[in-house]
């Protein structure tokens, strides 16, 4: 009779689907068919990785046999060695995915609904994330004067207009527009293994960025390549090594794109305009990623 009943509420919703399906099954099905045709190569390999980690912690369990309290021990099995920030990717994944499957019938309740990390890593602290004013303008200052020297040339561009590393060294003379002003980001570089152009990391990534007339100039002296690039190929440890020397401290190449946007929100660039001139899908992900800086904004729009 239970089974009478759960077979004709199927038929009533008109859902067809494989109930036996592995959880590891249905979420290469899912990156292929939702994450594979919108994201870049690069992004597409931390789903890849977080399919090795499904594989690894769940093997052939079935989807609809995986419970809240199953999924809550392996993220805490997973904080256990793993970092803050690298949990919560996989969480995120995860719960995308399973969205999906209570969506399209294959389970009913989202068993990541209330699950929670507390990494003992909590990964870098603040301060890698962000140069200070005064490490940023001597960054500028020493890299200017080099823009015969890759890494260098790379860590103005970038500290200079908010770019992705990829995106950087994907920029072609023909995306720079001297009467304008601008430089368009259109097209990233697969550093990764050196592959060739690759599209940018979302849609909304394409955008035109201002320049000053210091960074146009610093454009214009930059050797030339036989394939239209204003940059060879450096790897992204090079570009790291390069910026430590120069700052003298643990810092990153990304660092830059966090330090050029909070010093656009330092100096009360609407945070919109900070959005987009970053290439951000929405909104949401700057207030996010930037809501320290803006706590010290409202500070001063108080005072005003």
Not at 124 to 149: Q, W
Not at 211 to 233: M, T, V, W
Not at 246 to 267: D, K
Request: net charge neutral; proline share 2%; hydrophobic share 35%.
């Amino acid at each position: 009779i239970k089974a009478a009943a759960e077979m004709e509420l199927k038929l009533q919703d008109n859902i067809n689907v494989d109930e036996d399906i592995t959880f590891l099954n249905y979420f290469k099905q899912w990156c292929e068919v939702y994450k594979r045709p919108n994201v870049s190569d690069i992004t597409y390999k931390a789903y890849i990785h977080t399919q090795h980690k499904i594989e690894q912690f769940l093997s052939d369990k079935k989807l609809k046999d995986i419970t809240s309290t199953t999924y809550q021990q392996i993220l805490n099995s997973y904080s256990e060695t793993h970092s803050q920030n690298t949990v919560d990717r996989f969480n995120i994944h995860i719960k995308s995915c399973v969205e999906m499957a209570v969506h399209e019938g294959y389970i009913k309740r989202n068993f990541c609904k209330f699950a929670k990390i507390n990494a003992k890593n909590k990964g870098r602290d603040i301060e890698t994330k962000f140069l200070e004013v005064e490490e940023y303008e001597h960054l500028i200052y020493e890299t200017s004067k080099h823009p015969e020297y890759a890494p260098h040339a790379a860590l103005y561009l970038i500290a200079k207009t908010g770019m992705r590393f990829s995106e950087c060294l994907g920029v072609t003379v023909e995306d720079i527009d001297y009467e304008t002003g601008t430089l368009s980001v259109n097209k990233a570089w697969n550093y990764t293994n050196n592959s060739g152009f690759m599209e940018t990391k979302t849609k909304s990534s394409i955008r035109e960025i201002p320049l000053d007339n210091d960074s146009l100039n610093f454009i214009k002296r930059l050797p030339k390549h036989a394939d239209g690039r204003l940059l060879p190929n450096i790897s992204n440890n090079t570009a790291n090594k390069t910026l430590r020397r120069i700052v003298g401290r643990e810092v990153r190449v990304h660092s830059l794109r966090h330090t050029y946007a909070s010093y656009l929100i330092a100096h009360d660039i609407d945070l919109i305009s900070i959005s987009q001139v970053l290439g951000h899908e929405n909104l949401n992900i700057t207030l996010t990623v930037y809501a320290h800086q803006l706590s010290e904004q409202k500070s001063r729009n108080d005072e005003k």
